[in-house]
């Protein structure tokens, strides 16, 4: 057996990141991943490779309909899209060399296989060929992240009925693209497919797209993507799934009943959401168990019931984001070498990479609504944004609520261009307790996209000066 002073079981974003962070802590690690590729989901198919596409068909569908407005003249576009999905894989492959290459750096043991424990200090990995290899630790990460929830009843194939992983990877565009669920995958893989000539349907069975974020935004977003051409089913379930030799059929009705009605396409992608991958880990060798979701519970310090045993990302509470769990995965190799870990989960963002995008970060207003906290809106339109309307972008807004008697940002939402990277400025603010006026107060250059965040927090105690 092989001796360590940390095992990582899983290579995603939070176990390639626990891995590196307690080596450069000068601890001995060993990270086990049954992919032949370090990265986990979102590197191999999920993050990456998805906004790979997503930037690329967005250029197609610039080509295609917006330089003319920009004075450039393009006739004859044409889409390749071998050429696209090999510029996906490159670029996957390029940074999943990478993290490949920080392992060595660091001096990370590198173990494919799949890990189960043996006991509350030892795992088991056995390779593909059937070999085995044992390792021991005093403290042992689970980081195995999670795998996409199925629709009972519905066998996915990735030809016809696809994941998230059969979207990336069509041979063509589908004529009908029915996308079951209306979250941030099922938008995203919608909009790609959508943008290189396919329709779009979004079946969501609750009334709303995007239903953990704020309601505002969520409609502006529907607003948007109807424009585009994409079409909406909402408060509606799936009753079944049925494949005939020339087109994939669905049987429909209303969330709360209601006459069925049948809706046929070529390609379905089932997009309900992800589940923990937590089976055949071993948990009862060591005596722990999992919540009706699948997920292992922990403490405030991301230990579970078994002492030296700790767990990280999509295998525990709270939002499934790649981020999230990088920032667990850190934090916990700092408390295994005897530093203060720690992660704020009211300051995490998130982001809907569609065009425009949506990001927000904090409280959603129905949270706030619910909770009974009395806050303030401060709004601005990117229409009165200089940077927007010269990028052709200005649909959207920056919407801030603040409390009541401090004052201080409790969150911040946005859906307009390039809404992912401005969500940086809110959750640094919030970070450091900042109020609407510290933002308001804070010189932002001219012009840039930013200055619609300044304007809005000038809004939520007064107004904005461009608005």
Known sequence: MQQFDVIVIGGGPGGYAAAIKAAQLGLKVVCIEKRKTLG???????????????????????????????????????????????RKDKLVSDLTGGIDFLFKKYKVTRA???????????????????????FGAPNIIIATGSTVAELPGVEIDEEKIVSSTGALALK??????????????????????????????????????????????????QKVLIKQGIEFKLGTKVSSVK??????????????????ETLSCDVVLVAIGRKPNTQGLGLEAVGLKTDDRGRVDIDNHFQTSVPGVFAIGDVVRGAMLAHKAEEEGIAVAEIIAGQAGHVNYDAIPAVVYTWPEVATVGKTQEELDAAGIAYKVGKFPFMANGRAKA?????????????????????????????????????????????????????HAHPTLNEAVKEAAMAVTGAPIHF
């Open 391 to 443: 990028m052709g972008s200005a649909d959207g807004f920056v919407k801030i609520l603040a409390c009541v008697e401090s004052d201080r940002v409790m969150g911040v939402h946005i859906i307009g261009p390039q809404a992912g990277t401005m969500i940086a400025e809110a959750a640094v603010a919030m970070e450091f307790g900042a109020s609407s006026e510290d933002i308001a107060r804070t010189c």
């Open 172 to 221: 063509q565009v589908p004529k009908h693209l029915v996308v079951i669920g209306g979250g941030y995958i099922g938008l995203e893989m919608g909009t790609v497919w959508q943008r290189l000539g396919a329709k779009v349907t979004v079946v969501e069975f609750m009334d709303k797209i995007v239903p953990a974020m704020d309601r505002e935004v969520g409609q502006a977003l």
């Open 243 to 260: 494949k005939t030799k020339t087109s994939v059929d669905l049987e429909l009705q209303p969330a709360q009943g209601g006459k069925s």
């Open 40 to 86: 986990g989901t979102c590197l191999n198919v999920g993050c990456i490779p998805s906004k790979a596409l997503l930037e690329s068909s967005e250029k197609f569908s610039e080509a295609q309909h917006e330089l003319a407005a920009h004075g450039i003249q393009v006739t004859g576009v044409k889409l390749d899209l071998k050429t696209m999905l090999d």
């Open 112 to 134: 494919f296989g799949h890990g189960a424990f043996t006991g509350p200090q030892t795992v088991t990995v056995k390779a593909d060929d059937g070999s085995t290899q044992a």
